[in-house]
Structures are given as C-alpha cells and as structure tokens.
T-cell receptor
C-alpha cells in the first residue's frame, strides 16, 4: 500500500538555524499539507499546497516558513530561523482529492 | 472559524469494556468528519469518515461513529475494546467552505486499555 514518507524522523537543531523537513507524498496525489503537533497540544494545520502554489495557510505559517515542491516528488517545509517554540512533531499529508488525507509518520523537530 | 472539541482527554478502560469518545464541532454548515488514530510510535491513520448518507459509519477494527447533526456531534464507539486499541484518537473536521481542504483537529483523547 502506498504511503507518505518523511525524513528525517528526528531533527535536532540550534535556535536560529535553518531546517528543511522532507516529505515524499503518495505519487498520484495532488494536494499536499503540513501540520504540526506541539507536545501535549492539538494537531494544527500549517499550510496546504496545490498546483505548485500555496492554497491555504494558517497564522502559524509566517515568513519564517516556506514550502516547496522542488522536483515533482518531494515536498519540503523550510524554517529559516528556528525558535524554541518550533519544537514539535511535523506531519506531512497528501490527498488525491479533497477530504482524504493520508499522513506521514512525522518528523520530530527539537530546537535547542 | 470551525473548532472541534474532544471532552475526554484521558480514558482508561479494561479489556472488553465498551468505548464512547465524544466529539463536537462548531461549524453550522456542511461538514466532512473524520476519526484518526495514532498508535504509540506510529503516525496518524484514518479510522473512519463521514461525508454524507447513513449517519452511522463503520470503520476499521470494529469502530463506528454516529453523526448527529442536531447535536453537532460525531462520537466514536466500539462495543468491546482490546489492549491493542491503546492509542490516541483524534476527531477532525473539514467544512464545505474550506478552500484549502485542511483538517481542523480536536485535542485528542488518549485511551489506555488495561489487559
């Protein structure tokens, strides 16, 4: 069964550093998403991406965040200058149409 | 803005007990409703979903949920839980005016089933 994959599974970085979280969505999917879950809190929507552009983003997704689909298979989330409060589990998801999102295993980001 | 509430944060049951996890949402229009499960150390998996039709939906592993529009609820049920059902359960909603189709999640309910 096809699945969404994410790398790395755990990323540790220093505050102020840039990080790139990588996702490989399911191959025939057209919609891509990033969510995050701070420890002990809700899963929160960050951004959705369709047709090579952002279709929706939340208040969390400020200028420090960006997404890219560089090569037709990867979908990346970049945080330019990490803050302590960016420490969270980041989930990528994809769907072939609306309302059927498949989630990846997540990347645990720890900012020191 | 839509919101989702799960009132039970932690539930502890013995094996064979019946389970009901509450989920309420705030949006008054047409919604698509989901329950996701996250087993320890694993990623979110879709348990079941409701789009339209029969408000009682059946999912994997013996789970079911009932959509009650008048109560804005989509409670998850299982008649007899097993130790392997220990996990965190998330209710989620997509509303029909949601251009980006993103899910709004509830806070999650952590279920522990004692053997």
């Amino acid at each position: 069964e096809p699945e969404v994959t994410q790398t790395p599974s755990h990323q540790v970085t220093q505050m102020g550093q840039e990080v790139i979280l990588r996702c490989v969505p399911i191959s025939n999917h057209l919609y891509f998403y990033w969510y995050r879950q701070i420890l002990g809190q809700k899963v929160e929507f960050l951004v959705s991406f369709y047709n090579n552009e952002i279709s929706e983003k939340s208040e969390i997704f400020d200028d420090q965040f960006s997404v890219e689909r560089p090569d037709g298979s990867n979908f990346t989330l970049k945080i330019r200058s990490t803050k302590l409060e960016d420490s969270a589990m980041y989930f990528c998801a994809s769907s072939v149409s609306s309302s059927m999102e498949f989630f990846g295993p997540g990347t645990r980001l720890t900012v020191l | 803005a839509q919101s989702v509430s799960q009132h039970n944060h932690h539930v502890i049951l013995s094996e064979a007990a019946s389970l009901e996890l509450g989920c309420n949402y705030s949006y008054g229009g047409t919604v698509n409703l989901f329950w996701y499960v996250q087993y320890p150390g694993q990623h979110l998996q879709l348990l079941l979903k409701y789009f339209s039709g029969d408000p009682l939906v059946k999912g994997i592993k013996g789970f079911e949920a009932e959509f009650i529009k008048s109560k804005f609820s989509f409670n998850l049920r299982k008649p007899s839980v097993q130790w392997s059902d220990t996990a965190e359960y998330f209710c989620a909603v997509i509303s029909n005016n949601n251009a980006g189709n993103m899910l709004t999640f509830g806070g999650g309910t952590r279920l522990m089933v004692k053997p």
